[in-house]
């Protein structure tokens, strides 16, 4: 909890930590409405899923060229504009006439939020080593904490908003302004350029670590697929009537994630990190059992399960990569950071797919066996090292 408490005594590392929660509050509030937004353009969960796609296609598209950028206008500017411009392009899916459009807007928000995440993410490891300071892990709980806030209040107030598009711009008003007064404590600070030696891929970096990618693979796809798809899961299958309890699901889940991210170093040097992952994908699964019971309780019980043991697998699996052989601890966690963002954006989409072609309890599912798979290579990985 140190890395708490750094973050709240000092705006200087507070400034940055808010875009990370500024960002999940926005996606957070957003997948509120895609039930409405679904019944607007009387479009099924497929359609759905290949508008999320488009999401995901436009963030893997914005890692092309984004180290570049931030290196030519600085980590700071890079971040702060990336916030904004962020907030602002999360107006137009809320609003969209069409598939199509749906599927536009959501491709360029998806190229903003890649974007601000590496500049975000970039920016705290640059505080880090010139300050000497640690305090990313709590950075990626504040990342969570956006979810419970933006899901959470607009959970309690979605049943009395009659123009859903009223409440993004107040959302939209309120990051925009609050990061603009924040940003001058980091706005100044520029980010030294990247070792040629480490920016460079191949697939025999792949090989020591192909273990760990799989696990980040599986994971980051589950966290995105819960984010985007808890409130349908909770209406369509579970069957809860109520709106803004169906949105709690995935309150639940990122409060639970917020909480490990917390405590989850400390943990992880009485225990070690390979088994505090493969503890953390058991509860997850137990979790993904409670949640295809479709009963209201035990499903709200699972998305907070789910939540506690995938919290503390991110953070581990890039310690394990930073000290693997064969690889530079930078090409290690860049690869696995990689992998796991591919999983993140394209897991909402081959979600919907299933869905579309299953079922969403057949989505959920194969979401629960997935985990058993990293779960399997998570104990190879463990057994291996012994």
Not at 305 to 323: H, W
């Amino acid at each position: 909890m140190n890395s708490l408490l750094l973050i709240l005594s000092r705006k200087r590392y507070f400034a940055p930590v808010w875009v990370f929660a500024s960002i999940n509050i926005m996606v957070g509030t957003w997948v509120l409405y895609i039930p409405r937004v679904k019944e607007k353009l009387m479009i099924d969960d497929g359609d759905i899923g290949i508008a999320l796609f488009c999401y995901a296609i436009g963030g893997l598209f914005a890692v092309t060229f984004s180290s570049k950028l931030i290196d030519a206008i600085g980590v700071g500017k890079a971040t702060l504009y990336g916030i904004v411009v962020f907030a602002v392009l999360f107006l137009f899916p809320i609003i969209a006439p069409s598939l199509v459009l749906l599927c536009v807007s959501l491709f360029l928000a998806g190229m903003s939020s890649a974007f601000t995440d590496i500049a975000m993410n970039a920016l705290v490891s640059e505080l880090e080593k010139g300050d000497d300071v640690h305090f990313m892990s709590a950075a990626h709980a504040f990342f969570s904490l956006g979810g419970v806030l933006g899901a959470g209040i607009g959970s309690l107030v979605i049943g009395s908003v009659t123009v859903p598009f009223i409440h993004i711009v107040v959302v939209t008003l309120v990051l925009i302004v609050t990061n603009l007064l924040l940003s001058k404590n980091f706005i100044a600070i520029a980010n030294k350029p990247i070792e040629k030696e480490h920016t460079g891929f191949s697939l025999k970096l792949l090989k020591p670590i192909f273990a760990l990618t799989i696990i980040s693979f599986i994971v980051m796809g589950s966290e995105g697929s819960l984010e985007q798809w808890s409130k349908l899961y909770l209406e369509d299958v579970v069957g809860v009537s109520l709106e803004w309890l169906a949105g709690f699901g995935f309150v639940i889940f990122s409060a639970a994630m917020t909480l490990g991210r917390f405590f989850g170093d400390e943990i992880s040097s009485r225990i070690g990190s390979y088994r505090i992952i493969i503890y953390g994908l058991l509860i997850a699964i137990a979790g993904y059992i409670a949640i295809l019971s479709r009963s209201q309780g035990l499903s709200l019980v699972g998305f907070g399960l789910v939540g506690i043991g995938f919290s503390v697998i991110i953070p581990e699996l890039f310690r394990v990569a930073g000290k693997a052989k064969g690889v530079t601890s930078s090409q290690g966690i860049s690869i696995v950071a990689g992998m796991g963002f591919v999983g993140f954006m394209a897991g909402p989409a081959i979600m919907g797919s299933l869905a579309d072609a299953f079922s969403l309890w057949a989505s959920y599912l194969a979401l629960g066996i997935s985990s058993g798979v990293a779960l399997i290579a998570a104990i190879l990985l463990f057994l291996k090292r012994r």
